[in-house]
């Protein structure tokens, strides 16, 4: 009988220890332990999703959808003066921190499968998405977003160590939200942590409400230092561009994106992102940035896309930047203007698709 219940105590310990990794799962509890609000943006698209989905007046086509896809580099569009600027339209982000084509590809093939077909896309595309060996696609993506069947489902083209990795990170919470204890009661004893934690929940429940597009907390800064963007400049270099490795899976995924688009006939926008002056010329003196113009562009000829590159085009303008790699918030406003431009444009045939 004894020999018996010692069998038990392992099954025990370890439902004990399962119920108690749960607890990192906890908003409370995930404020004292993360270090920025990437896990904001990505917890936060569900909730987006959901909300497109049944939105009313796209179901009975009432006004036209236009859904967004990029990185943060497309986050901070102004969701009031979407309102106001282009009535006939209802406009939904589900850009999140540093993504990729697979990112891209579960919302879509999501939304397609849910019977929503949005009128037009805007599809962020840049060389470090198709970073073989940037840390971000499993320190962001592949840690916060994707479901199982969508993993298992393409799991040929993830590979196997990209499913195992998804399957720790959903399976045990501490492996998604590492418990740093030095951090939990640094912040606890932080007399400030009270305006933290308000400002998570304040971004939180912003996206949400605004359709996914991102509350900026420095609205009105521009970065003047020249000698700053030349110095962030280089350090997304050597963060998302590091070790550069053409990623098969991500221009895979990008692939099925156009196939899908095409097939649907939905209006599509593919978009290279305004970088600072210093940024640009980092890229154009990269082996890397060529060969991904020429993969690219050989599947965007193949669906019947080009990219636009706002970086080399008279009809968009703006020159401030809150770092290297992103255009302040003041940008946004031609960015919107470039995008219904060209929107109408190729619906006017005035610019080949």
Known sequence: MLKNK????????????????????????????????THIYYETREAVFETLVNDSEIKNKEKKLMLILGSSRLLYFDADELKQYYPDWKIYNLS????????YYFY????????????????????????ANSPVF???????????????????????ENVSFYLAKSL??????????????SRFRDPNFDSISTMQDVTRNFLIQNRGNALSLVDEY?????????????????WV??????????????EKILKDIRAKEIDLLIVWPQSSPPM????????????????????????????????????????????????????YRPFIRFIMSEYYKQKNGVRKD
């Open 172 to 185: 045990f919470a501490v492996s998604k939200n590492k418990p740093y204890l030095d951090r939990a009661f």
């Open 6 to 37: 010692i069998l038990f105590y392992p099954i025990i310990l370890f439902l004990m220890l399962f119920l108690v990794d749960k607890v990192f799962l906890l908003e409370s509890v995930k404020k004292y332990i993360k270090s920025d609000f």
């Open 222 to 238: 521009v970065e003047k230092n020249y000698w700053m963007l030349e110095t962030t400049s280089q350090r997304t270099l050597d």
């Open 138 to 160: 499993r320190g962001s993506n592949l840690t916060y977003s994707f479901d199982l069947p969508f993993v298992l489902r393409y799991a040929n083209t993830f590979g196997r």
């Open 280 to 331: 640009q010329r980092l890229l154009k003196k990269s082996d890397f940035t060529e060969d991904w113009k020429t993969r690219i562009t050989k599947i965007n000829h193949k669906y019947g896309f080009e990219i636009l590159d706002m970086d080399d085009t008279d009809a968009y303008s703006c020159n401030t930047f809150v770092d290297g790699g992103h255009i302040a918030k003041d940008c």
């Open 241 to 254: 561009y590091a070790g550069y490795k053409p990623s098969e899976m991500q221009y895979e995924f990008y």
């Open 96 to 103: 999140s921190a540093v993504t990729t084509p697979s990112y």
């Open 108 to 131: 879509l093939e999501k939304l397609l499968k849910a019977g929503v077909s949005p009128d037009a896309i805007v599809l962020e595309s840049d060389p470090n998405q198709f970073n």
